[in-house]
């Protein structure tokens, strides 16, 4: 088996387990939901009231966080499918959109069925983390980042250790500047920025999610936090290979 065979049954292992967790997610919903005669509506009402998580929870918040994280994700993908006839480079785009595509979409059901703000005032993004005593990001993989300057003037005060620059909102995210570089590359120059920027990406969101997965109560979003951690590790080694390939290496 070739290494390529290698990546594209590990993108397809990957992909079938959080189609699975969506799926297990559609019906955890629909069971919580559904009533069961006016008899037990008391009942329900109870029992899914603890269940139900504040706005300043981590779940709610790292609903949001990853919501938007993926939504550039997406985008990027998009920007270099346009910008390349590699077809190994088009087709990780193509899972990378498809999926993250697909979670954010469940990410923001959620905070609709919670009857949560999509976007909460006062909530400085990845606040979550630090709020419920996660450690925090660790980072990795930001220093040399264009307009960053390696971790100096990144702290913002909330104890996130990061400050939104240039359209950067949180840890991973490409900046505006970045994103018209891959706009305005084509053929090689562009599948390099896209993985390099993609990994940067990768590390920011891993990190996100292992802080769901440790600190998240809701167990169906734990489980897909988990999921993404796995997925999203298996493909920063599969990037790192292509960018081998195209003698480049990840930015740190």
């Not at 292992?13 to 006016?38: C, E, H, I, K, Q």
């Not at 006062?122 to 307009?147: L, S």
């Not at 909330?158 to 570089?181: I, V």
Request: glycine letters at 10%.
């Amino acid at each position: 088996m070739t290494a390529v065979d290698r990546d594209r049954r590990v993108r397809w292992v990957a992909g079938s387990a959080v189609a699975l967790a969506l799926l297990f997610a559609g019906v955890a919903t629909v069971a919580s939901a559904r009533d069961d005669g006016p008899d037990h509506a008391a009942d329900h009402a109870a029992a899914a009231a603890p269940r139900t998580p504040a706005v300043d929870s981590a779940d709610a918040g790292f609903a949001r966080d990853m919501a938007v994280h993926h939504q550039q994700a997406v985008e990027m993908s998009f920007i270099v499918r346009d910008r390349t006839r590699d077809e190994d480079v088009r087709r990780l785009a193509y899972d990378i959109a498809n999926t993250q595509a697909n979670q954010r979409g469940m990410l923001l059901g959620w905070l609709d069925l919670w009857e949560l703000p999509k976007a909460a005032a006062g909530q400085e993004p990845m606040g979550w983390m630090t709020a419920a005593g996660h450690e925090g990001h660790t980072m990795e993989g930001m220093e040399g980042m264009e307009g960053t300057d390696g971790m100096a003037g990144m702290e913002d005060g909330t104890g996130t250790g990061y400050r939104a620059h240039d359209g950067s909102l949180m840890p991973g995210m490409a900046t505006r500047t970045e994103l018209n570089r891959l706009r305005g590359m084509s053929g090689q120059q562009a599948e390099i920025l896209y993985l390099q920027l993609m990994t940067d990406h990768h590390k920011g969101g891993v990190d996100m999610a292992r802080g769901c997965a440790r600190l998240c109560t809701v167990k169906v979003e734990k489980r897909l936090a988990q999921g993404m951690v796995e997925a999203q590790r298996s493909e920063l080694d599969m990037m790192a290979r292509m960018l081998a390939a195209r003698g480049a290496k990840p930015r740190s």
